[in-house]
């Protein structure tokens, strides 16, 4: 056994090819080759060879990774960052407590900072969860300046980003058009190669005048391709669909967020357009866009990647990305089949698929996959290892895929590499500034914290519970609860 834990780091690391000895492989690529106690090399940026018994370069380092899986860095396609310093606030909202909070009461008193602290933190969270790809969905970018801060943040973490430039205050159609997106674009995000991607951040409420068409029509002059939040019950639905059909502007790189409410025609044009959906099953679990739509999607062939939204409410890890959609989409089987007065006896939704999803998916979905989202030599080395010797829900791995999206959690993410460079290793991030990141967001918190006020504060975090009755109950003819305090539940120890 090996008996060294200290991290490396970037800087131990140098220029020094890394080899991870020993692991199950999930190398995702087309054939879904999976290797056991097999090697990955990775030289420079890039994954130079996987096998078994690599003979490596001289100094090469090597980290131990028997007893764990190496998988490709997941890939997140629709993340509010800037709403990541807000952590946990919002768990118990429905979509209207967002859509209140956010669009109509406090979402303008955001400053330029506060959206740096949100991205910085939420970079940083997702690399110690492996997402080593967030689509940052940044929709609250009310000047340029807050874009700025924005992109300083993913530029100052080193993960790979796509960032959506999108403003939930004001039309599409006005600030696309602007001279100052134009300016922005060309300044902070043309021709960043693969590690910051763009693209443009709007819905489409489906008013008949079609006023999203100048965004789509700067989209398309761009290059841009375009996410938008579709099917979301009360929100978005088949008509916007319609409008961006008949304009022309369905193609394969657009990213349709949830989906989950809409209609069977609208799936087919999706389908038929190649478009993919970026389902995020806790946030369509929780907030109310419409049952999460993995199992409809498939009956479609809708290419699925797998999203976390916003950590105001959930997790941020697509370790639950993968054991919710798992969850939700055999839910839902069964329930249709019982329905009919019939069985599933097969699941038809594999773990291999929802780990497929949180890869290759992503990688595809934002046109990074000549990059990324498998381990094949030539790819660049965004790379996962999940390994802890501590931990008894580590061993046995006996069905890999099955560990990775029911077993595995974000501590046993041991070590992450992006574009071949370590950003944590033996369960620590390294190279970067967590201390940094906390002076941000405490600072952004007690400036939101008082600026709202402390009753608005409570208020937003707690809403009302609507009255709920209990059924009567016939068998019921003494209440066991009345008066004797034994039962309570708290005086039992
Ligand atoms: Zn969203």
């Not at 978005?236 to 025609?265: K, N, R, W």
């Not at 089949?337 to 290759?360: D, F, I, K, M, N």
């Not at 970067?432 to 002076?439: C, N, P, S």
């Not at 918190?445 to 937003?460: F, K, M």
């Amino acid at each position: 056994m090996t008996a060294s834990t200290t991290p490396i780091t970037p800087d131990s690391v140098g220029d020094r090819a890394l080899v991870f000895r020993g692991a199950t492989i999930l190398t995702l690529d087309d054939s879904g080759t999976v290797l056991d106690d097999a090697d990955l090399l990775v030289v420079g940026e890039r994954i130079e060879a996987v096998g078994p018994q690599l003979a490596v370069p001289d100094g090469t380092i090597e980290i131990d990774a028997r007893g764990g899986i190496v998988m490709p860095g997941m890939i997140d396609t629709h993340r509010h960052m800037w709403q990541t310093a807000m952590r946990g606030y919002g768990a118990d909202w429905t979509l209207t407590q967002y859509f209140v909070w956010y669009y109509l009461e406090h979402g303008k008193i955001f400053r330029p900072e506060d959206v740096y602290a949100g991205n910085i933190l939420g970079a940083l969270e997702a690399l110690d969860a492996g997402v080593t790809t967030t689509a940052d969905w940044s929709h609250g970018l009310i000047t340029p300046q807050h874009a700025d801060a924005a992109i300083d943040a993913l530029e100052d973490t080193p993960g790979r980003f796509v960032f959506g430039y999108g403003n939930l205050h004001a039309g599409p159609w006005e600030w696309a058009t602007s001279p100052e997106f134009k300016d922005l674009h060309a300044r902070r995000l043309h021709g960043k190669g693969d590690m910051l991607g763009f693209q443009i951040a709007f819905d489409v409420t489906g008013d008949k005048d079609f006023p999203e068409k100048a965004a789509f029509e700067v989209a398309r002059e761009l290059g841009a391709p375009v996410t938008t939040h579709a099917g979301v019950w009360g929100a978005t639905s088949d008509e916007g669909i319609h409008l961006m059909h008949d304009h022309g502007f369905m193609t394969p790189e657009t990213v349709y967020v949830h989906s989950a409410s809409l209609e069977h025609d609208s799936y087919q044009r999706i389908a038929a357009t190649g478009g993919s959906v970026s389902v995020a099953t806790e946030s369509e679990q929780s907030a109310g866009q419409g049952y999460p739509p993995t199992w409809v999607l498939r009956a479609h062939d809708i290419p699925v990647s797998l999203s976390m939204d916003t950590s105001v409410w959930w997790s941020a890890d697509l370790f639950s990305a993968m054991r919710s959609t798992l969850g939700a989409d055999r839910s839902r089987m069964h329930l249709e089949a019982h329905a009919q007065e019939e069985t599933v006896t097969h699941s038809h939704l594999r773990a291999e698929h929802v780990v497929r999803w949180a890869t290759r998916g992503g990688s595809q979905a934002l046109g990074l996959d000549h990059a990324v989202g498998s381990l094949e030599p030539g790819k660049k080395a965004d790379v996962v290892l999940i390994k802890n010797d501590r931990s008894p829900a580590m061993f046995p791995i006996l069905n890999p895929y099955g560990h990775v999206a029911f077993q595995a959690q974000r501590a046993d993410v041991h070590t992450v590499l992006v574009n071949g460079r370590v950003v944590k290793s033996e369960h620590e991030l390294v190279g970067v500034d967590l201390d940094k990141a906390r002076r941000a967001v405490d600072e952004s918190v007690e400036y939101l914290r008082s600026t709202l006020g402390e009753d608005a504060w409570q208020q937003g975090m707690n809403p009302d519970i609507p009255e709920s009755t209990v059924l009567d109950n016939p068998y019921t003819y003494t209440d066991h609860r009345d008066a004797s305090t034994h039962d309570r539940v708290g005086d039992q120890v």
